[in-house]
């Protein structure tokens, strides 16, 4: 790897944790109504927006990582048009978050090391196995965001919109990672990811 490689690896790590994202297409349910949201009902909406926010801070950095240690020219173009969506879904959560008075995750820093970590191994393992990770972390996020709209406000059409299309997108990256070769995960090794998510989702929720 060059200097110059590294240096905008870098980049795009300050980028992701500091900088306001952008995203090219509309946020979702911007035509919703908008309906009052109890004092209560913000809380609970800000708190699984911010999940969902570190949630895209880790997938930049997983994307990152297994890019860097990517054999195949291919799979480092998939996993680059797979961030950018994962950018826009950023976007939409941080937009989300500033308009329900919520916050950003104090740890975001932290999630990004870790998740760029995980991304690194992975790839290390070999495309195959570094795509079936890739697919694997898209349907634990796909079955977390079916979650969430279960627990949004009933009343927050726009946030349920947002993680809706997220859904979707995450669903996709899946199917893409399978169509690609992506290689079926170890049980143990799923069950450690679930662990991994389950114990960032429950910290996020609070800091």
Not at 119 to 129: E, L, Q, R, S
Not at 135 to 150: I, P, S
Request: charged residues 25%; proline residues 2%.
């Amino acid at each position: 790897m060059t200097a110059d490689y590294l240096i905008v690896e870098f980049d795009k790590a300050l980028r992701t944790v500091f900088a306001k994202a952008s995203t090219a297409r509309d946020v979702p349910g911007q035509g919703c109504s908008g309906l009052h949201l109890s004092v209560e009902e913000k809380a609970q909406s800000s708190a699984l927006m911010r999940i969902n926010h570190v949630g895209e801070i880790c997938a930049q950095a997983l994307y990152q990582g297994q890019a860097l240690t990517s054999r195949s020219a291919e799979i480092r173009q998939t996993l680059g048009h797979a961030a950018a969506e994962e950018t826009e879904h950023l976007a939409w959560t941080e937009q989300r978050l500033v308009e329900l008075g919520g916050r950003k995750s104090r740890l975001n820093p932290l999630w990004y090391c870790g998740a760029l970590s995980m991304g690194v191994v992975a790839g290390k393992f070999g495309d195959a196995w570094s795509l079936g990770f890739l697919a694997e972390t898209e349907r634990q996020v796909e079955a977390h965001l079916d979650f969430h709209l279960t627990k949004l406000p009933a009343l927050d059409a726009k946030s349920r919109a947002i993680v809706d299309q997220m859904r979707l997108d995450e669903i996709a990256h899946a199917e893409t990672a399978v169509r690609l070769g992506a290689r079926e995960l170890p049980l143990p090794v799923k069950v450690l990811m679930r662990l991994v998510s389950r114990a960032m989702t429950l910290t996020a929720y609070y800091v």
